[in-house]
């Protein structure tokens, strides 16, 4: 059964919004001015960002096999250019280290460079983006933390359920709690997954579709953080839409 979190929300300084920022974006592939663009933000916001931060975008058709994909900077974002019709895309955006200070301020920058750090993340994130799935699903490519959907989500309709997996270095994370809606209703979470790292949720939205999942894991004798955080999404249109109005 699905559950529903409120959040707490009141008047945060801009101090600390800085880790929020760091930490709860993610990112993920949508159609954009009739592009693939890669969309980083939080709920509704689309935020500006350095395409240098796109580390890797790996697309595959169908048959699970690669396709060539190139990333095409622009001031403030990027797109994607694929050769053909990929089934999905992946896509690791690396947000780069965050230091908290003593004062309570947060820097983007790595602890060893921050003479008075108190604590540093170092923020990772992880798209998987299905785009022409007609039937089967195809093999995805491995990411460090992932949503992997066992049912295809296109050509369905919201309220049904689908089965998905959470993996994080390729094994089953159990425990993980999936945001179901990160636009429009981000309180809005799963039951946690099972010892297979897997839930059965409900879709969302006829449109569409963007599911986080989160993780963190500490560093050990590691000079430039003291964590490195995951979020990672799942993106998908559910009910396939036409270009002809």
Do not use: C
Not at 15 to 33: F, I, K, M, Q
Not at 140 to 162: E, T
Not at 177 to 194: C, E, F, G
Request: charged letters at 25%; zero cysteines; glycine letters at 8%.
């Amino acid at each position: 059964m699905l559950r529903q979190i409120i959040a707490v929300s009141g008047a945060l300084s801009l101090a600390l919004l800085l880790p929020v920022t760091a930490s709860a974006h993610g990112a993920w592939v949508a159609e954009r001015w009739g592009e693939l663009g890669v969309i980083y933000g939080h709920g509704a916001g689309d935020d500006a960002y350095d395409p240098a931060r796109i580390s890797t975008a790996v697309a595959i058709g169908e048959d699970g096999a690669a396709m060539p994909v190139s990333v095409e900077k622009r001031e403030k974002h990027a797109v994607l250019k694929p050769e053909g019709e990929p089934a999905a895309i992946a896509l690791t955006f690396d947000n780069g280290y965050w230091t908290e200070k003593t004062d309570g301020k947060w820097v983007n920058e790595a602890k060893d460079k921050v003479a008075d750090a108190k604590a540093t993340g170092h923020y990772i994130k992880n798209s998987l983006s299905l785009l022409h799935v007609h039937d089967a699903l195809p093999a995805f490519p491995k990411q460090d933390l992932q949503i992997v959907p066992l049912d295809n989500p296109i050509g369905r309709k919201a309220g049904d359920p689908i089965r998905l997996r959470v993996l994080y270095d390729g094994k089953p994370l159990a425990g993980a709690v999936v945001t179901l809606d990160y636009i429009n209703q981000a309180t809005l979470k799963s039951d946690p997954t099972d010892a297979d790292g897997e839930v059965v949720v409900a879709i969302r939205n006829d449109g569409l579709n963007v599911l986080a999942v989160d993780h963190s894991v500490p560093l050990e004798n590691d000079p430039k953080a003291d964590t490195i955080g995951y979020t990672a999404t799942l993106s998908f249109v559910a009910e396939a839409h036409s270009h002809d109005d």
